[in-house]
């Protein structure tokens, strides 16, 4: 089967093309939707309906926060508001990259190994690096697209509630990774390394099985590397640490990273040190130990988009670098 077609007789001109096809995807690009036609049409359904009931809840919120002053909320708002809506959908857009990569990026090139497709593809006049490209191109740009949407639709919704530690903690998973640029590089990052995973295992439901593991490794890996994208700002107080007034005040859902007492010689313990079992075995510990106060080292919600897009670029810079091995290598040993 050839990638070029011979026609007989002048070529129409472009504004003939159009009206004769319409806006339609030709060669290649044709191909390639025409093979992964039912993955793509699921993944720009199931991101419209996402959007679509984001947008319903988000409506719902902000009726509810309307009447409690929103922007600026009244004191007592959280006790009637429904968090439940947005912890739910955080928690499961955290399984978007996971299935992306399994479902879509897994069987991408390795059910053609599989069944031998690539070997019709390779004989033909258009090069396997082509393939490649428009293969993982189309696919990438819809990924895009979609993760694109439903982020910047999720996002909308947690602004306004953001920065209350009473709907949801910035710093957990569910928030960070479902909102911003996060999801989008999570996502690619997963689904090029489910493409590389069944270019190399060349057995499609092998592959996906491995990109399930790779999958969840990179989430356990970028949940313990999340937070250190963040500058760690250190307050101090010498009030004591058992009176009313002794905690030093922080931003509201500031992250909390590290919490220690200090001492009068400007050392650090455990805050944890002189956990006894009575108050007065607590205090003389304390006296002993001379703590004079608390240092804290915290990172404050502000840092929460530029950490996000730190993260992100580090993300699509492995992505790049998968997809160079993934094109350099099947150029050569893809059949």
């Known amino acids: 089967?050839?990638?070029?077609?011979?026609?007989?007789?002048?070529?129409?001109?472009?504004?003939?093309?159009?009206?004769?096809?319409?806006?339609?995807?030709?060669?290649?690009?044709?191909?390639?939707?025409?093979?992964?036609?039912?993955?793509?049409?699921?993944?720009?359904?199931?991101?419209?309906?996402?959007?679509?009931?984001?947008?319903?809840?988000?409506?719902?919120?902000?009726?509810?926060?309307?009447?409690?002053?929103?922007?600026h909320l009244k004191s007592g708002w959280e006790e009637g508001f429904d968090q439940n809506p947005l912890n739910s959908t955080a928690n499961l857009l955290g399984f978007v990259p996971i299935v992306i990569g399994v479902f879509m990026g897994a069987p991408l090139l390795a059910g053609d190994l599989e069944n031998g497709t690539a070997k019709l593809v390779a004989a033909q006049s258009t090069s396997r690096a082509r393939w490649l490209a428009t293969k993982l191109g189309m696919t990438s740009l819809l990924v895009v697209v979609c993760t694109t949407a439903v982020a910047a639709a999720f996002t909308w919704w947690l602004t306004p509630v953001k920065t209350s530690s009473y709907v949801l903690t910035w710093s957990d998973g569910p928030v960070f990774d479902s909102s911003g640029p996060v999801p989008v590089a999570l996502t690619l990052l997963t689904m090029v390394g489910g493409v590389a995973i069944g270019m190399l295992l060349r057995r499609t439901l092998l592959s996906m099985v491995v990109t399930l593991g790779f999958a969840v490794a990179v989430q356990m890996v970028w949940s313990h590397?999340?937070?250190?994208?963040?500058?760690?700002?250190?307050?101090?107080?010498?009030?004591?640490?058992?009176?009313?007034?002794?905690?030093?005040?922080?931003?509201?859902?500031?992250?909390?990273?590290?919490?220690?007492?200090?001492?009068?010689?400007?050392?650090?313990?455990g805050w944890g040190s002189c956990a006894q079992g009575t108050d007065g075995a607590m205090n003389a510990c304390l006296e002993k130990a001379q703590v004079v106060g608390w240092h804290i080292q915290y990172i404050p919600v502000s840092q929460m988009s530029s950490m996000q897009w730190l993260g992100a670029s580090i993300l699509l810079t492995l992505t790049v670098g998968i997809t160079v091995f993934v094109i350099l290598w099947g150029r050569k040993r893809l059949v």
């Open 1 to 71: 089967m050839s990638m070029m077609t011979n026609t007989s007789g002048p070529a129409p001109t472009v504004t003939e093309a159009s009206l004769g096809r319409g806006f339609r995807l030709s060669g290649m690009n044709w191909l390639v939707w025409r093979q992964h036609r039912a993955a793509f049409w699921t993944l720009l359904t199931a991101a419209t309906v996402t959007v679509g009931v984001i947008i319903y809840a988000r409506h719902q919120m902000i009726t509810y926060l309307d009447g409690h002053g929103w922007p």
């Open 225 to 269: 590397f999340r937070m250190s994208l963040g500058d760690l700002i250190t307050v101090t107080s010498r009030n004591g640490v058992v009176s009313d007034n002794s905690y030093p005040n922080l931003p509201d859902s500031a992250h909390v990273v590290d919490q220690s007492y200090l001492t009068a010689s400007g050392d650090l313990i």
